[in-house]
């Protein structure tokens, strides 16, 4: 079976190797790290196609430790114990480094295998992950290990690596090949950030392209029908997925209905309806909330509607329901108040309910509850001053109105009610 190009030009050498200037540029602490011949364990946690494979053979070509690789979501503990089987023998004269990618398949009692074999040395253990090892990876590994991050590659790195597998394609050729302009920076700019997708592009793109009288040329059309949405990294109930909609949330409470509007962009080309709308739901009470309460009732019926719709059409109610939410007054105000009730009642601060708030029915001294409680629409204003907490409680002030217009007018209207002459007292 032919060997996939991208594996083929592999790097060999960190200075080879796209992207990543931030760990193995100059003075980068995993460059230092590796130059120094250190066998530390180490966790690589980043996006697909971002050099994390790579850089785990250049570690292990330079401390002379024999590399075996395992995916974990088809490994098992059986296979890691015939790997340190290995160790002390002439399959492994240095050591052994276990690259395991996608670590965050293994369950915590596989995970919890692994410790014995690093804590004695047997292996030096590299793990990967696309998911954020702090919620992934068990606590005991994560302390024995360093973790990197590894960063999306911009257009401007995968560039010469895009040309580099062209002239390759170019060189081995039966035919004249050549492509028209702007190819290259497409494939760069359209695969994600994903070094390994641009370079496999470049040979998908190859292996289609017709001949015509006697050459071969690679479209720009070609190439962008190749790589269409590739560019978005998104996987679905993960870390992409939470990252845009927390950025899709922190731009409507910003205000910003640009920001709103391109992270809405990213879930319409997913194709994922659900999770911006439950965010924009949210936004309308957690974020506008009282400084604009008809918010939440036109931002449903812009959900509703795009449920409805289906996608394309539901680009519309979604964008409208968003830039309303990003442009709104804001108020938080209604977060603050259930947080602190809801702080009160989780710490046991309950108390019982006043007599006069009780369900009706007669108390043991035969009377009835009613006689105690006093119906506010029976009073001018639709309102009179009685005690509504628990004794516990009474003084406790959980709401506090908003500086917008819409509740500053509300906290003067009671003000100006319960302050009225002639109000009753506790």
Same mark, same amino acid.
């Given at each position: 079976?032919?060997?996939?190009?991208?594996?083929?030009?592999?790097?060999?050498?960190?200075?080879?190797?796209?992207?990543?200037?931030?760990?193995?540029?100059?003075?980068?602490?995993?460059?230092?790290?590796?130059?120094?011949?250190?066998?530390?364990?180490?966790?690589?946690?980043?996006?697909?196609?971002?050099?994390?494979?790579?850089?785990?053979?250049?570690?292990?070509?330079?401390?002379?430790?024999?590399?075996?690789?395992?995916?974990?979501?088809?490994?098992?503990?059986?296979?890691?114990?015939?790997?340190?089987?290995?160790? #002390?023998?002439?399959?492994?004269?240095?050591?052994?480094?276990?690259?395991?990618?996608?670590?965050?398949?293994?369950?915590?009692?596989?995970?919890?295998?692994?410790?014995?074999?690093?804590?004695?040395?047997?292996?030096?253990?590299?793990?990967?992950?696309?998911?954020?090892?702090?919620?992934?990876?068990?606590?005991?590994?994560?302390?024995?290990?360093?973790?990197?991050?590894?960063?999306?590659?911009?257009?401007?790195?995968?560039?010469?690596?895009?040309?580099?597998?062209?002239?390759?394609?170019?060189?081995?050729?039966?035919?004249?090949?050549?492509?028209?302009?702007?190819?290259?920076?497409?494939?760069?700019?359209?695969?994600?950030?994903?070094?390994?997708?641009?370079?496999?592009?470049?040979?998908?793109?190859?292996?289609?392209?017709?001949?015509?009288?006697?050459?071969?040329?690679?479209?720009?059309?070609?190439?962008?029908?190749?790589?269409?949405?590739?560019? =978005?990294?998104?996987?679905?109930? #993960?870390?992409? =997925?939470?990252?845009?909609?927390?950025?899709?949330?922190?731009?409507?409470?910003?205000?910003?209905?640009?920001?709103?509007?391109?992270?809405?962009?990213?879930?319409?080309?997913?194709?994922?309806?659900?999770?911006?709308?439950?965010?924009?739901?949210?936004?309308?009470?957690?974020?506008?909330?009282?400084?604009?309460?008809?918010?939440?009732?036109?931002?449903?019926?812009?959900?509703?509607?795009? =449920?409805?719709? #289906?996608?394309?059409?539901?680009?519309?109610?979604?964008?409208?329901?968003?830039?309303?939410?990003?442009?709104?007054?804001?108020?938080?105000?209604?977060?603050?108040?259930?947080?602190?009730?809801?702080?009160?009642?989780?710490?046991?601060?309950?108390?019982?309910?006043?007599?006069?708030?009780?369900?009706?029915?007669?108390?043991?001294?035969?009377?009835?509850?009613?006689?105690?409680?006093?119906?506010?629409?029976?009073?001018?204003?639709?309102?009179?001053?009685?005690?509504?907490?628990?004794?516990?409680?009474?003084?406790?002030?959980?709401?506090?109105?908003?500086?917008?217009?819409?509740?500053?007018?509300?906290?003067?209207?009671?003000?100006?009610?319960?302050?009225?002459?002639?109000?009753?007292?506790?």
């Amino acid at each position: 079976m032919d060997r996939p190009l991208a594996d083929e030009i592999r790097p060999q050498s960190l200075d080879e190797v796209v992207g990543q200037r931030h760990l193995i540029g100059p003075g980068g602490m995993l460059r230092r790290l590796i130059e120094s011949g250190t066998s530390a364990n180490m966790i690589f946690y980043g996006p697909s196609g971002t050099g994390k494979t790579t850089i785990a053979n250049i570690i292990a070509a330079r401390t002379h430790k024999t590399l075996h690789k395992l995916n974990a979501t088809t490994a098992s503990l059986s296979d890691v114990k015939d790997i340190i089987a290995d160790v #002390g023998t002439l399959m492994a004269p240095g050591g052994v480094l276990l690259y395991l990618d996608e670590i965050q398949y293994f369950n915590k009692k596989q995970q919890q295998s692994l410790l014995e074999f690093m804590e004695n040395g047997s292996i030096t253990l590299i793990a990967s992950t696309t998911e954020n090892p702090y919620f992934y990876v068990y606590g005991a590994l994560l302390s024995r290990s360093t973790v990197f991050e590894f960063k999306s590659v911009s257009p401007e790195e995968t560039l010469p690596a895009v040309n580099r597998a062209l002239d390759i394609l170019r060189e081995r050729s039966e035919l004249p090949l050549s492509w028209e302009n702007g190819v290259p920076e497409h494939i760069a700019t359209s695969c994600g950030g994903d070094v390994r997708k641009s370079i496999n592009a470049c040979e998908l793109l190859y292996a289609a392209a017709e001949a015509k009288h006697g050459a071969l040329c690679l479209t720009l059309a070609d190439a962008a029908q190749l790589a269409q949405k590739s560019a =978005m990294r998104y996987d679905k109930g #993960g870390d992409a =997925m939470y990252d845009c909609a927390s950025a899709l949330m922190k731009s409507l409470r910003g205000s910003d209905p640009d920001a709103a509007l391109h992270y809405l962009a990213r879930f319409l080309e997913a194709g994922d309806l659900i999770t911006p709308c439950r965010r924009l739901l949210c936004s309308a009470s957690e974020d506008v909330g009282l400084a604009y309460p008809q918010a939440i009732a036109i931002v449903k019926a812009c959900v509703d509607t795009a =449920m409805q719709l #289906g996608l394309p059409e539901a680009q519309l109610p979604l964008a409208e329901a968003a830039i309303l939410l990003a442009t709104a007054p804001k108020s938080n105000s209604v977060v603050e108040g259930i947080g602190a009730a809801w702080s009160d009642v989780k710490a046991g601060h309950t108390g019982d309910v006043p007599r006069q708030l009780q369900n009706v029915h007669a108390d043991t001294t035969g009377m009835d509850n009613r006689q105690h409680y006093k119906y506010p629409h029976s009073y001018p204003n639709h309102w009179v001053r009685q005690q509504y907490l628990p004794d516990a409680l009474k003084n406790a002030a959980y709401y506090r109105f908003g500086d917008n217009k819409t509740e500053q007018a509300a906290a003067q209207y009671w003000e100006k009610i319960k302050h009225a002459d002639g109000s009753e007292t506790e």
